[in-house]
């Protein structure tokens, strides 16, 4: 059974970096699919901000591209996204799931984490 | 980037009656599209991908069904169960970046 799980602060500061880290297990990241990063602010609806594949091509959302990055840490199964100079509308919940590759860098998302909120306030 | 418009924004049905949710692509996304059901405090499940194929991973039941191809698509849940009354998202990734739709709600009549 997939499972993916989220970690990282629940609360951040106007203009710090976010850093979330997604915890693999049941498949081995090195052995295929895309890893994704999605949210979802309160009340609303979902927004792609990026995927990476096993061997480290990135893919993201031109909306967000000047302040992301994900990268993967195969030795222990994980990726992580970094969200550079939050502000107020960064406040969501961020999501990780592996993504099928029907294209390179396009898929569905057939397994999620139960997210991890983060909120920006001063 | 594709715009995908799901309607209606809701749905208030009686269990054990049919749903029709409906999905449109601003332009073409081939057969590009899944289908996601979201229950409150829960992350979304894949439902259908490749517009009409049922996940299997998950354990999809099959009164779920997608169809569509192009620019129009529809999820349809042949019979209501309780547990189906929930927000379901679109998601179309024949082209970057990846978009979702804006959400129906199902909602018990």
């Known amino acids: 059974q997939v499972q993916l799980q989220e970690s990282g602060p629940g609360l951040l500061k106007p203009s710090e970096t976010l850093s979330l880290t997604c915890s693999v297990s049941?498949?081995?990241?090195?052995?295929?699919?895309?890893w994704g990063w999605i949210r979802q602010p309160p009340g609303k609806g979902l927004e792609w901000i990026g995927s990476i594949s096993r061997s480290g091509s990135t893919y993201y959302n031109p909306s967000l591209q000047s302040r992301v990055a994900i990268s993967v840490g195969t030795s222990k199964n994980q990726f992580s996204l970094w969200v550079s100079s939050v502000t107020a509308a960064d406040t969501a919940m961020y999501y990780c799931?592996?993504?099928?590759?029907?294209?390179?860098?396009?898929?569905?998302?057939?397994?999620w984490g139960q997210g991890n909120l983060v909120i920006v306030s001063s | 980037e594709i715009v995908l418009t799901q309607s209606p924004g809701t749905l208030s049905l009686s269990p054990g009656e049919r749903a029709t949710l409906s999905c449109r692509a601003s332009q073409s996304v081939s057969s590009y599209l899944a289908w996601y059901q979201q229950k409150p405090g829960q992350a979304p499940r894949l439902l259908i991908y490749g517009a009409s194929i049922r996940a299997t991973g998950t354990g999809i039941p099959a009164r779920f069904s997608g169809s569509g191809s192009g620019t129009d698509f529809a999820l349809t849940i042949s019979r209501l169960e309780p547990e189906d009354f929930a927000v379901y998202y679109c998601?179309?990734?024949?082209?970057?970046?990846?978009?979702f739709g804006g959400g129906t709600k199902v909602e018990i009549k």
């Open positions: 799931a592996r993504q099928g590759v029907a294209v390179a860098g396009r898929g569905e998302f057939d397994y």
């Open positions: 998601q179309q990734y024949g082209d970057s970046p990846l978009t």
């Open positions: 049941g498949y081995s990241i090195s052995s295929g699919y895309h």
